[in-house]
């Protein structure tokens, strides 16, 4: 397997798909392009630079979507810029599928997506990557139903899209397509081997509660208190329930738990509002972190993928990381991208910030989504193949 990286900050959008083309044909050396991602920010001419892309690789399966930042092994961590991601390599092939409408339907629009990736039998998906709408519908649904449709044997991992902290309209990609409110999805499939680490640096602090009344991702009471009595018992009455202060929950059958980042609140109702659902009955706890925390969970978040990594020599890692924690390490954020070089000085790296990262939990083979989460995506060739 091979991957290739074009990564550009020129503001010129014709300039900017130039250089990142001629960077991936460098990088491929003359091998075919089989599948590609594209990650842009918001406000890009997202029609031009697909025109552009797929007019250099017209043979190419191609999903992306809009992002909170990105970033490469070519340029480190970036906003407002273009970044391309393809995959080549004997025994891959790569197949897209889109789901729209998923505000009408998240179970037809992930069929829809489904049905046209798995239209090939052979060879079998070996990772779905999906990078769907995150403002419309809920996250937790989507991620829950590609679950139930998958395979049991195909990791799931991505991320929903950004806007720039903006939450008003996201938009995804398939091949000359620009739309909202859908969910693309890439399968590799064939000679592939898959290592994936998940880590965030918060650690549970203080008693575990109850969520006692909740509507998806709007929870309302915990321990029958209002949700945002229970943030300011702990925190105190001046601190307002932030990203800063995520709520871990607890998975029922083990003692993993993965992050819900609160984004707003009602002080006359006491509600707040997380960016993903909270189910009643969920266990709960306060969580907390330094900087330094959050940051040493992307070195336990590589060493996680390694660990799970059983090909020849890695081509190259995907990586999901949260607006959230961009957010919260400000100039620190490009210790992030830094931090990868440990698995490799010149392996290929590339990935951008979510509003929310999709990825299994602990040693599980399906995934859920989390928030302020730090996933790392090791790929190669399988080394039966």
């Known amino acids: 397997m091979k991957i290739a990286i074009g990564h550009s900050i020129d503001p010129l959008v014709s300039a900017a798909v130039e250089e990142v083309v001629e960077q991936v044909r460098l990088r491929l050396d003359g091998a075919p392009a089989k599948g590609g991602l594209l990650f842009a920010c918001q406000d890009a001419d997202h029609e031009q630079i697909l025109e552009a892309v797929t007019s250099a690789f017209p043979a190419m399966p191609l999903i992306g979507c809009t992002t909170d930042g990105e970033l490469s092994s070519v340029l480190d961590f970036q906003e407002d810029s273009t970044l391309l991601i393809v995959f080549s390599g004997d025994g891959l092939e790569v197949r897209v599928g ?7 339907s998240v179970e037809n ?8 990736a798995q239209a090939a039998a052979e060879p079998r998906p070996q990772l779905c990557i999906a990078i ?27 991320g929903t899209a950004g806007d720039q902290w903006r939450f008003e309209k996201t938009r995804q990609f398939i091949g000359r397509e620009v739309t909202s409110d859908s969910v693309p999805i890439l399968l590799l499939c064939g000679a592939v081997q898959v290592g994936v680490g998940v880590a965030s640096g918060w650690q549970p602090v203080g008693p575990r509660s109850l969520v006692t009344r909740a509507e998806g991702h709007r929870v309302r009471e915990i321990d029958g ?9 702990f925190h105190g009455p001046h601190v307002e329930p932030n990203p ?9 059958n083990r003692g993993e738990h993965y992050l819900r980042a609160p984004l707003s609140y ?6 707040v509002d997380f960016a993903g659902d909270i189910p009643v009955g969920s266990e709960v706890q306060i969580t907390d972190a330094s900087r330094n925390e959050i940051l040493t969970a992307c070195e336990t978040s590589i060493k996680m993928a390694n660990a799970s990594f059983n090909g020849t020599d890695p081509a190259g890692v995907l990586v999901f990381s949260c607006a959230a924690r961009k957010q919260l390490l400000g100039t620190r954020t490009a210790e992030e991208a830094a931090l990868l070089r440990n698995l490799g000085e010149g392996l290929p790296m590339a990935g951008f910030y979510t509003y929310g990262e999709i990825a299994p939990m602990g040693d599980r083979s399906f995934a859920t989504l ?16």
């Not at 629009?109 to 046209?116: I, N």
């Not at 800063?244 to 029922?252: I, K, N, Q, T």
């Not at 009602?266 to 509600?271: E, F, I, K, T, V």
Request: charged share 20%; no cysteine.
């Open 244 to 252: 800063e202060y995520p709520l871990g929950v607890f998975d029922a």
């Open 132 to 158: 769907p709408e995150s403002l419309t519908v809920s996250a937790v649904s989507i991620v829950n139903t590609l679950v139930e449709r998958l395979s049991p044997d195909v990791p799931l991992v991505g």
């Open 266 to 271: 009602d002080r006359d109702s006491g509600s």
């Open 370 to 385: 989390h928030n302020e989460t730090f996933v790392t995506v090791l790929l190669g060739q399988d080394e039966d193949a």
């Open 98 to 104: 889109l789901g729209r409408s998923l505000s009408d």
């Open 109 to 116: 629009a992930v069929q829809d997506a489904l049905d046209q």
């Open 225 to 233: 208190l209002p949700a945002l009595d229970f943030f300011q018992q």
